[in-house]
Each structure stands twice: as structure tokens, then as C-alpha cells.
């Protein structure tokens, strides 16, 4: 499947290879999509999901897969954002039998970062207050570090790094902390496509903050990000985030992925309104997807979405 054809990293070779080591099987659909289907360790039954696959995919062919692979249910997050014809798409999953869920895996609302502004038109593009924090960030004396996954010492060390600081910062504001060797895998399995970008206090070898960025097509994704509270306090973070646009733009990528902001239809992300004040202070192109929704296959399943447990 050519990288082309889809838009976002989660329908890419280097993404599906990684659902593939991590235990999920991989079938491509359309020539276009790859559906992802985890087998579960009892009576030969599985559950699906299709990330970012547009609505007018052929649904009846996705019935007989899951069904061949004996799927509990099948969850779709369509790649549809700031459509008039939202209503109308996501009445026409409803109609065949979808529900819409509350527990998205992907992001349901971004901010896009326009990286085909010059850096002058960028500066003067984000909030005064955004733009009054980077000045001060700038009068540190900060560094940063910059590696992309060649699959040398220094990329190991680098996911090693970053991933102690993600660590760190997750167990400080209480967010979920994604195994080290799930990071570790999805950073191999993107290889030149994965970057690390540490920003550094003089004389401190210990990173302040710092970003693990995917790339796919014309599009760079802040996939995760960490800082401490000293380096926060000394706006590290604003620091970082320009650095990242700046390698981006050399780069060649035309848009800059915050992946994920608040999204008041989704009570779960309520957890994301502080940062997502610091995200809207770079761009104000808010992107909404249609949403997440699910198919149940399983009779008892049905009945628990049916009368609100789990919708």
C-alpha cells in the first residue's frame, strides 16, 4: 500500500508494522486501509478497529471480515474533520448498526500548525501570551538536541532519555504511562520516520523537556511530549515547541499534527484542558473529527450498549 493513499500515520506501513509486533493482525482492505484485528485468548474470538479510514469505505466487506474473524465488536474513527456532511455521515453509521462510543483510542480533536508560514508570519500568527513566553524562552540558556532513529547507540539512548522524562512527568500530572517497550517499539518500528527532540540547560545533562515526533506524508505529529517543572517554570516547553516547528519546516513537512486538545463531547479528555491551552496558543486551526464509534457483534455486548453501559 502506498504511503499516499492514506493521510495519517495510523494507516501507515511503519504503523501497521508496529500493531503487527505488538500482537495484532494486520489485513490490508481497499489496497488503502489496513484493518487491525487482535485475536483474544478465548473461544477463537477477536476485535477489530480501523483508524482514520474514510466513511465511504465498504462496509458490508468490513461485515464479512469481522464476522469471519468471530469479532465481539468493531470500532471505526473515521478520518472526517470540519465537514458539513458530519451529521449526515455519522447518521449513515448509525444506520448500520454503529453507536457512537465514549472512549476514542484516537485523538477526536487537534490543532494544526500551518508550517508553510514563514517563521516570521508563524511568530506573529501565535496568542501575544504564547509569543511573550518564547521571547522569555529564548533569553535562557537552553540547547537542543536533535535525533532521528538511525538505529545507532545514540537513537537507543535517546528513546531511553526521553522516555525517563515522559516517565517522570506522566507519574506528576497523573496520565497514563505507556509501557517502555511499547514506546521503544513503535520508535523502531517508525525508524527514520521517529524523532527526539531533548532540550537541554547549560551544563545540565539532564533533559528539561523534550518531544517524540512521528512523520507520514506531508504531516510531523507530536505523538508524545514531557518536561519537568523546573523547565517548565523557565518556559522550556515554548522553546521546544519552536525548535520542533523549525526542524519540521527544514524538513520539509507542510503541518504540524498537536496531537489532541479538549474536546467537550468526550468527557475522558477532560484531563487534556490544561495543556490544551498552552496547544491553542500556536495555531488557530481547530480540527474536529466525526468521532469514535463501535458495532457490537456480540449479543450481551448489544444489550450493555443498548441501555447505555457502554456508550
Known sequence: MSENNSKNYTQSENYSQYMKTIGWEVITFQSKYFIYIKKLNFLNLSIVKIPRAETNINYAEIDKISKKHHALLIKIEPDEKNSEQFNKNKQKLLKLGFCRDNFPILQTKTIIVDLKLSNDQLLASLRSETRHHLRKSWKQNFHTKIIINNQSLESEKAINDFYA???????????YTPFKTQMQTLWNCFREKATIILVYEKDN??????????THGNTAYYKYGASIPYGRNKYSSYFLFWEMFKWAKKSGF????LEG???ERYHRTQKYVGFTQFKKGW??????????FTKYYSLPLKLLAKIGILV
Not at 165 to 175: D, P
Not at 254 to 257: L, M, R, W
Not at 283 to 292: A, D, F, I, M
Request: aromatic share 14%; charged share 30%; glycine share 6%.
Open 261 to 263: 486538545i479538549y474536546d
Open 254 to 257: 507542510k503541518n504540524f499534527d
Open 205 to 214: 545533562q539532564k533533559p528539561l523537556s523534550g518531544a517524540l515526533i512521528l
Open 165 to 175: 522524562l515522559f516517565e517522570n512527568c506522566a507519574k506528576e500530572r497523573k496520565f
Open 283 to 292: 495555531s488557530k486551526n481547530e480540527v474536529t473529527y466525526l468521532g469514535s
